[in-house]
């Protein structure tokens, strides 16, 4: 079935570490999003990528890295640098540039990363 | 920038109707879009509005109000499984989806 996988589902991490979060979709999508959710604050872009080997920052980009080697692949790493990285971390594509035909996202199933 | 506006809960009884709000304000506007989110699982998509009206779509509908900047989901004959919380988000020229805070949806028996 055509659809976007996250991993890993759950993450812990001690304070100072790098961690990678995994997006791959094999819907053929040109655009990959990450988004942060937090309790109560909705869904915030965190970087987006709308063709391999191009990507552009978010709303809160700041602590935050991303690639685009291929189309299906979108990784996101949390670096040290993020102050407040526990969160509920979202990737989704699309068809289109910004927000795909008729504004329809498909997302994976999420990251839990918390920060010892 | 984009700003919405949405209630943070609502509750019903199954088998009622509910309505949720949305309120936004944007340069560019394209369109206005609901998402579905059962609690810790992915968001999914149920409606996109460009144009003024009401799109039906089984039990659930949405509205659109261009010139009132302003939109609702309207759930019908809910079901225990309706509880979960509802996003909307705007389009807009330029720009990539932007998301309200959520509107928790609690039915109860």
């Known amino acids: 079935d055509g659809g976007i996988t996250q991993s890993p589902k759950y993450l812990f991490r001690k304070e100072g570490q790098n961690v990678t979060l995994s997006c791959e979709q094999n819907?053929?999508?040109?655009?990959m999003y990450w988004y942060r959710q937090d309790p109560g604050q909705g869904l915030r872009l965190i970087y987006y990528s709308q063709i391999v080997n191009d990507f552009q920052k978010g709303d809160i980009a700041e602590g935050y890295s991303v690639s685009r080697e291929k189309k299906e692949s979108f990784p996101l790493t949390v670096t040290s640098a993020q102050k407040n990285p526990t969160a509920f971390y979202l990737c989704?594509?699309?068809?289109?540039?910004?927000?795909?035909?008729?504004?329809?996202?498909?997302f994976g199933e999420g990251s839990r990363l918390t920060v010892l | 920038g984009q700003s919405l506006e949405q209630p943070s809960e609502v509750t019903a009884v199954e088998g009622a109707i509910v309505q949720i709000n949305c309120t936004y304000q944007t340069s560019g506007f394209y369109g206005l879009s609901w998402y579905q989110q059962h609690d810790g699982g992915a968001p999914t998509f149920l409606s996109y509005n460009a144009l003024d009206g009401l799109e039906e779509t089984g039990r659930f509908s949405s509205f659109l109000s261009r010139s009132d900047s302003y939109g609702y989901l309207l759930l019908q004959e809910l079901q225990m499984k309706d509880s979960a919380s509802y996003f909307c988000?705007?389009?807009?020229?330029?720009?990539?989806?932007?998301f309200g805070k959520g509107t928790m949806l609690l039915v109860s028996p």
């Open positions: 988000a705007v389009r807009a020229r330029y720009s990539t989806l932007t």
């Open positions: 819907l053929n999508h040109d655009a």
């Open positions: 989704a594509s699309s068809i289109m540039g910004t927000g795909g035909f008729g504004g329809e996202l498909f």
